[in-house]
Every structure is written in structure tokens, then in C-alpha cells.
């Protein structure tokens, strides 16, 4: 009788599921030894990845960054399939995007502001940002200023009312801005802005920034985001690009090794059965087939392995803990399930505009500051969902198709809008931003620059721009991830992260053979303590659990 080959089955198509998939099935001697497939439950390859285009403009509806090169796996795979060039636009080639040289900067009611309103509170929210994640302020210009002295004092306040455990990102910014405001209480008032006081204009130019930041971590309220966590989260150093000929290339190339039929659409699994420590392989008193997990899929049919490898988003796994769920049976360990129930995932939806227009090419890298929500002076008809967006910009430098993030229920509110209350309320915005004479006051004078109304990229009419078409990502309603990315939460950590790597059953168990090892395994952004949030982190996991089983079976080259 023949030995049955060992059977591999990952769930999901995405960065972390194709790279195991890649690597499995180039070490030696696999593909005589084992069985391998890939279910997914869409209709393409590549998950949180999704290349597309817009505007005759190549974007990206997911993941956009390779985050720093230097290092990077993802960097290394574009540069070996000639990825980063392109003869068609694409999305933030020319960098601009990510970190301007020259943004404009504007308050609501069309008051561009002067970088010597801006920057002091642009190099205090970096210092406070770079003193959460352990770096030491080296700017001198910060130092002189004292600003590590307050980012210090902010650190104090905040555990001193709270203890560390529970100290947030967004009470420790806060504090920050407290203490900077208390050192600088003698400013000299701004005039000429309306309605804008100076604090004002810096509380907003402040929460411009914490704005940018619940798109960066997906964060929707920054009072989630753990404090401890932001030192053990590791950027790989250099530029941040985009990739030209789109992030969707390099999970091509991953899965160009695979043969036809190996990865499966359309396989949505509904149930995993796995045999934990002391349960048997039996079903209604007959023995099992000798394979230990069993997968059910939404057609009704269902597959037989030796090991999963569940990729599915840490959202995914959110509803699957639920007790009415029953994606797992049994359920969860509850070690497992709490990790999942405690690390933070949410939301950030990208909104692409196409405006067209005789100024449409001057549009500048606006960054926006509103009033608070509750503000009375605030534009009663710019949409609330509009308010916490930071920036509306080209994709590149004279393109006709601008960007906007969207994070937290604002970015779920954006889901459900049709296309004509997008395109009213964004209109509206760019009208109160950029319609008006934008007075941009020198901060040693009261007087307007040379006396005269200064125009933004020569507009004076917002209304010469006009937006015709809209696309938008929607990750918080699609059944397959239900969110974007994972973050630290307060009252999780770091080592939450590393039990979601953890497989099932655990490592103790396997003592017996009633008991076999490695049913599950867990891959994706959500299991790497490091890089979680990224498509390297996903890249990693994926690395890791493909290492894992190819150990496993003592196989060489691993």
C-alpha cells in the first residue's frame, strides 16, 4: 500500500498565502512529496493587493508603499521583474505624494497659511511621533526649541494618569500639545484669518496630522492606538516608492511558479474542523479519514488535509471567534481567540477623483485644515465624513486624478455613499478651500503679502475645477476582509502578535499520536510582530509558516 503524500491547503491567495505557496513548492523534492493547493474565496489573486486603473492611470485600490528599500523583500522581487519602470502614469511615480517639498497648506474658508504657521507644528507633532517610537530628537531646530523636553513631559503627564499599559498614541499627542501650548503662551495673535485664532489654526494644522496618521496605522480613533508598541513596529530604511508597473506584478511573479489548477477561486470555506489535544479523529463512532482537518466550503463540498495555512485578514478572524460563527470547530483555543478579540484592525478606504477643467493641471498638494466638527465657524456644508480627510492631491505632478484617504467610520461612511453625494461633498470642500482669495499672511505682519491677494497654483475659482468621476476602494464591507490592516490596540501587545503566529494544536500536544501536529497554521500581516500592517510583514509570515512545515518534514534546503 502507498503512503499517503502529506496534503497542504492554504486559505487565501494573497501575499502571504502565494509566498508560502512559493516557497513550498520550490524546495527540493516537494513536488514528489506533498500535495499542495490554494482556496480562495474570490475571484482573483492577490488579497489586500489590487492593481487597477483610473483615468488612463495605473492605481492602486490596496496596498500602495513598498515601505522603505532598504531591506525589503518586496524591493527586491520588483527590482529582479524589471517592476519599477513603466511607459504608462502611474501612482505617485514622482514621489510627491508620500512627503511634498512644497505642499499648500489652507484653512477652511481659503486662508492659505504661511510655512512659519505650519512647520513649528508640523516639527512638533514629528518630534512627539519620533519620542513614541524611541528615536531621539535630533533636529536640532526641535532641540533648540525644546521640544523634547515636552515630548518628555507629555510622556510623564499621561502615565502618570493612566499607568503605561493603558497609554494611547492620541492621549499622548494631546498632552503634547497641552504642554507646547503652556510654553508658548505669550504668542502673538494671528490677523487676517476670519474666525481662525492662532491656537486654533495650530490645533488644526495638529489634528491634520493625527489625521494622517489613523490612515497610516488604520486606526480610526488614535485613543486605541498602544503607545508601547509604536518602538517595536520596524521601518526598513530609504525611500518609500510606489510600484510602477503595479504591487499586483509581484504577486504575479509569485504565483507564476504555481501550476495551472493549484490556486482555486471562487472556494470561499465557510468551516475549518481540526482535532485539538485529547479529541480524536471520529466522527458519529467511525474512524476518520486519517487526514485531521476537514474544510468546508460555501458550495457545499468540502477537503481533506494534513496541514492549513489560514491567511485570511485578522478582520476575517474577528467574526470567525463570534459564537454564532462556526468557522472553526471546535472553536478556538481561548489563548488564541483572545489575541485576535485584543489586537486592533480597522478601516482606510482610498477615494480617487477625476476633475477636469482649464486649472486642472495647477491643482496643488493640498493639505487641508478644517475647523473641529463641533466648531461653529465651521462650513455647514461640508460633509462630516470630509472633515478628518488630511490631504486632496494629484496622483502626480499635472495629473488629472486626485487622492484622498479615508480611515475609520468616515472611510465606512464612504462605502455607502452614491457616487453624487461623493462628488457634491468633495466639490463643496474644494470650493471652501480653494474659491476664495487665499490670504497668506507673512508672521511678522498683519498686512497680506505684497499687499495683495495671493492665489493658489493660480486659481481663484475653486468652481474651474470639476470633479466628473469617482473610484473608491471598499475593504470594510467586502465579506472577504472586512477592514485594511491590524494595529497594536491598548490592551494588546507585541505579544499578542506573536500568539496569532502561533499553530494549532499547540506545540505541548503533540506528544501523542492521537494528536497530530501542525493542523493549522496562521500567516499574514497580522502575525508579524514587527512589520504587521505591511505586505513585507504579510511576506515574512508567509516565509515563515511554508519554513515551518518544510522543518517539519526535515526537507533540505530550508
Not at 415 to 433: C, M, P, R, Y
Request: net charge negative; proline share 4%; hydrophobic share 35%.
Amino acid at each position: 500500500m502507498v503512503a499517503k503524500k502529506p496534503s497542504i491547503v492554504i486559505i487565501g491567495a494573497g501575499m502571504a498565502g502565494l509566498t508560502a505557496a512559493n516557497k513550498l513548492y520550490t524546495a527540493t523534492g516537494f513536488k514528489d512529496s506533498f500535495e499542495l493547493c490554494i482556496v480562495e474565496g474570490g475571484t482573483r489573486i492577490g488579497g489586500r493587493i489590487n492593481t487597477s486603473e483610473f483615468g488612463g492611470d495605473r492605481i492602486e485600490m490596496g496596498a500602495t508603499w513598498i515601505h522603505g528599500i532598504g531591506g525589503s523583500p518586496v524591493h527586491k522581487i520588483a527590482q529582479e521583474i524589471h517592476a519599477l519602470e513603466s511607459e504608462q502614469p502611474w501612482e505617485c511615480m514622482d514621489g510627491i505624494s508620500e512627503e511634498p517639498s512644497h505642499p499648500t497648506t489652507i484653512a477652511e474658508g481659503g486662508f492659505e497659511l504661511n510655512p512659519s504657521i505650519v512647520e513649528p507644528m508640523t516639527t512638533l507633532y514629528k518630534s512627539l511621533m519620533g519620542y513614541a517610537q524611541g528615536k531621539l530628537v535630533e533636529d536640532t531646530a526641535a532641540s533648540c526649541e525644546g521640544l523634547g523636553e515636552i515630548a518628555a513631559k507629555a510622556y510623564k503627564v499621561s502615565t502618570t494618569k493612566g499607568g503605561q499599559e493603558k497609554l494611547s498614541i492620541g492621549s499622548f499627542l494631546r498632552q503634547g500639545i497641552d504642554a507646547y501650548w503652556v510654553s508658548m503662551k505669550d504668542q502673538e495673535e494671528l490677523k487676517g484669518y476670519g474666525n481662525w485664532s492662532r491656537k486654533l489654526v495650530q490645533d488644526g494644522i495638529f489634528a491634520m496630522h493625527e489625521n494622517t496618521q489613523r490612515t497610516y496605522t488604520s486606526a480610526g480613533d488614535l485613543l486605541t492606538l498602544d503607545f508601547s508598541a509604536e518602538s517595536e513596529y520596524v521601518m526598513f530604511p530609504g525611500e518609500e516608492i510606489t510600484i510602477a508597473k503595479g504591487y499586483l506584478s509581484i504577486i504575479e511573479s509569485l504565483a507564476s511558479v504555481l501550476p495551472p489548477g493549484l490556486v482555486q477561486l471562487g472556494r470561499k470555506v465557510t468551516r475549518i474542523e481540526w482535532q485539538p489535544e485529547g479529541v480524536s479523529g471520529m466522527e458519529n463512532g467511525v474512524a476518520t479519514a486519517t487526514r485531521p482537518v476537514k474544510l468546508h466550503f460555501c458550495d457545499g463540498s468540502n477537503m481533506l488535509a494534513d496541514h492549513v495555512i489560514v491567511t485570511v485578514s485578522l478582520g476575517v478572524l474577528k467574526a470567525g471567534i463570534h459564537e454564532d460563527s462556526g468557522m472553526f470547530n471546535p472553536p478556538l483555543p481561548s489563548f488564541k481567540s483572545e489575541a485576535i478579540s485584543r489586537l486592533g484592525y480597522g478601516l482606510v478606504n482610498k477615494l480617487f477623483l477625476q476633475v477636469e477643467g482649464n486649472d486642472f493641471n495647477n491643482f496643488p498638494y493640498l493639505q487641508m485644515v478644517f475647523h473641529r466638527p463641533d466648531s461653529e465657524f465651521r462650513h455647514k456644508k461640508i460633509p462630516w465624513w470630509m472633515r478628518r480627510t488630511a490631504s486632496m492631491c494629484p496622483i502626480y505632478s499635472n495629473s488629472s486624478v486626485l487622492l484622498c484617504w479615508f480611515a475609520g467610520k468616515e472611510a465606512l461612511e464612504l462605502e455607502s455613499l452614491q457616487e453624487e453625494d461623493i462628488i457634491n461633498g468633495v466639490s463643496t470642500t474644494i470650493s471652501s478651500f480653494l474659491s476664495k482669495p487665499h490670504k497668506k499672511v507673512k508672521s511678522n505682519s498683519h498686512e497680506l503679502c505684497n499687499g495683495t491677494a495671493n492665489y493658489v497654483g493660480n486659481y481663484s475659482h475653486g468652481s474651474e475645477v470639476k470633479v466628473t468621476k469617482i473610484l473608491k476602494s471598499q475593504w470594510g464591507t467586502d465579506p472577504l476582509f472586512l477592514g485594511s490592516y491590524s494595529y497594536v490596540a491598548v490592551g494588546s501587545s507585541g505579544d499578542d502578535l506573536d500568539t496569532m503566529a502561533e499553530p494549532l494544536p499547540k506545540l505541548s500536544s503533540y506528544k501523542t499520536a492521537a494528536c497530530p501536529p501542525l493542523q493549522i497554521l496562521f500567516a499574514g500581516e497580522a502575525t508579524h510582530r514587527t512589520h504587521y500592517s505591511t505586505t513585507h510583514g504579510a511576506y515574512f509570515s508567509g516565509l515563515r509558516e511554508a519554513n515551518r512545515l518544510l522543518q517539519h518534514y526535515h526537507c533540505i534546503g530550508v
